[in-house]
């Protein structure tokens, strides 16, 4: 089969995977129809997402073919009864790093003044995460260049609900369309799926669509309304 588009690796996929058109359109809870559209055109930003969820490959090989820093596809591991032996290691903030291990900031939402309303976007000097180096390396990131990132609110779901971490690549701030960034609009901590439009400006696009519409931002008004692009999202965490 000749592979062109994100409709074609996800047919390879189903393939792969001795699934029927009907069983995987049931799987990504979307009527065969929209599967086959699906495969003719390519696969919308959000259904690549959850796609490359389902199936634990990264969203660059499904969109693109390509292995980057998103990870390459990863290896089907069928469902097994296996149970761990042996310790977990239980660690807390007074729990030394380890040589691989570094500890990465949050940002947050300041309040500026009392009463105002307004806050700024900063560091956080107490609240952090560890990462292995390694795990950094794979994806391309600098320590000193990473942060995290709490995602608030429903706009996201259900790709990243109310509460998830992602990992921000402050180096990385040029806009590739249809990956997630992290943004300060005038204090406000934002992550939102980005793409250009002539002339300099963005499209943020949500995942959840229905109560969530695209906001367009002029090369004039990102500087109008403060608003800046921060980093690619290269990790995230539904667990919080």
């Not at 074609?8 to 599967?35: F, H, I, Y």
């Not at 921000?168 to 939102?192: I, P, Q």
Request: charge should be negative; include cysteine; glycine fraction near 8%.
């Amino acid at each position: 089969m000749e592979i062109k588009n994100s409709g074609d690796r996800l047919r390879q996929l189903m393939l792969e995977r001795g699934l029927t058109p009907k069983a995987l359109a049931s799987q990504l809870n979307v009527t065969p129809q929209v599967l086959n559209n699906w495969f003719k055109r390519g696969l919308p930003a959000r259904a690549a997402f959850l796609a490359a969820r389902e199936f634990q490959v990264s969203v660059e090989w499904l969109e693109t073919g390509n292995v980057s820093f998103d990870g390459p596809p990863a290896p089907y591991v069928p469902p097994s009864n296996a149970t761990m032996i042996g310790p977990i290691d239980v660690w807390d903030d007074d729990t030394p790093l380890d040589d691989d291990e570094v500890e990465i900031p949050f940002l947050k939402e300041v309040e500026l003044s009392a009463g105002s309303g307004r806050t700024a976007v900063q560091r956080s000097s107490t609240r952090k995460l560890r990462f292995g180096k390694m795990t950094l390396r794979n994806q391309g990131v600098q320590p000193d260049q990473a942060v995290c990132v709490t995602v608030h609110g429903n706009s996201m779901e259900p790709v990243l609900p109310d509460g998830s971490t992602v990992g921000v690549d402050l180096s990385s701030t040029m806009v590739r369309d249809g990956k997630m960034y992290a943004v300060n609009h005038d204090g406000e901590l934002r992550v939102k799926t980005l793409y250009r439009i002539p002339g300099g400006g963005i499209r943020m696009r949500s995942f959840n669509v229905d109560e969530h519409r695209d906001e367009e931002y002029t090369a004039q008004e990102l500087v109008d309304k403060n608003i800046t692009v921060l980093g690619k999202v290269f990790w995230s965490s539904v667990l919080y």
